[in-house]
């Protein structure tokens, strides 16, 4: 595509999270930092929050790259599954061979074995689960039901929920009051604000690969930030149809014109509300 005209090794906006693009904004380092700090304490449920594209999973992926060998992780990226099933993921997510036909009683019984088996190693076990906001209700029952899980001096096991906003209004159902205060450390994502946002277009160009000037100029990351609202994963949408508008055109810097062309061709976004005449944009 572009990568060669660029000087680029691979492209800079993907939509995959890809831990090595990571950017250490202030926004994402709070939530990594109280993830970590919070972990190490053996604090109960963490729950970290933020609207769809502000890089919840990418946080998610770093922290499981991040935790040390004294971890044993469980990770549960699609968590719209019965209790049973829940209960049969995390079993398998640690190792564990249980006989599903058995029920979910005896599956907990023998993740509970393993739980203890692992601690008598000083082994801490983390249950990450992420897009937990399309948990059903009875699983998170069960979700606390195996955060009961505990020796006489400690808690086996520590959750980590991801969710977008919609989480924090399935946990205020009184029905689950019990979970919700089991929540002792939480943390919403915000976007990106426009200094970030021209930090992280030069940090994932330059991690690409990119060597030289900066190729989006100070209008074009204006008009980024203004019609993405700081969201990383419409910045990158937009980026990376702003670099094949220059590519296409044979040009060598990213002008407001390009991602105005990235804005139109782009239905999740809208021209943002100020005078294009007063930015000069044709």
């Not at 202030?26 to 933020?50: D, R, W, Y």
């Not at 990376?240 to 014109?257: D, I, N, P, Y």
Request: charge should be neutral; proline fraction near 4%; include cysteine.
């Amino acid at each position: 595509m572009y990568e060669s005209y660029f000087g680029l090794r691979e492209l800079p906006f993907s939509l995959t999270p890809n831990t090595h693009f990571y950017l250490n904004s202030e926004t994402h380092q709070q939530a990594l930092e109280l993830l970590l700090v919070a972990l190490k304490n053996k604090e109960g449920f963490i729950k970290i929050s933020g609207e769809v594209g502000t890089g919840k999973t990418l946080i998610c992926r770093k922290l499981l790259n991040t935790l040390g060998a004294e971890y044993v992780t469980a990770y549960i990226p699609n968590p719209g599954l019965s209790p049973e099933d829940l209960y049969l993921a995390v079993a398998e997510e640690l190792g564990v061979n249980v006989d599903s036909t058995l029920g979910g009683h005896h599956v907990l019984k023998q993740i509970n074995i393993k739980l203890i088996e692992l601690a008598s190693k000083e082994r801490r076990v983390a249950l990450v689960i992420d897009e937990a906001q399309a948990m059903p209700e009875e699983t998170i029952e069960a979700l606390r039901l195996l955060s009961n899980l505990e020796t006489e001096s400690a808690k086996l096991l520590q959750v980590v929920l991801f969710g977008q906003p919609e989480l924090n209004e399935l946990l205020s159902r009184p029905s689950l009051r019990q979970l919700q205060q089991r929540i002792t450390f939480q943390q919403h994502i915000s976007p990106l604000d426009k200094h970030a946002v021209q930090q992280y277009v030069g940090h994932r160009m330059s991690l690409a690969g990119y060597n030289g000037p900066a190729l989006f100029d100070k209008r074009a990351v204006t008009l980024l930030y203004k019609s993405s609202g700081g969201i990383p994963r419409l910045i990158n949408i937009l980026c990376h149809k702003s670099l094949m508008s220059a590519f296409g055109q044979g040009e060598r810097v990213v002008t407001r014109k390009h991602v105005k062309k990235a804005i139109q061709d782009t239905e999740s976004v809208s021209m943002p509300r100020f005078s294009w005449l007063s930015l000069g944009v044709s």
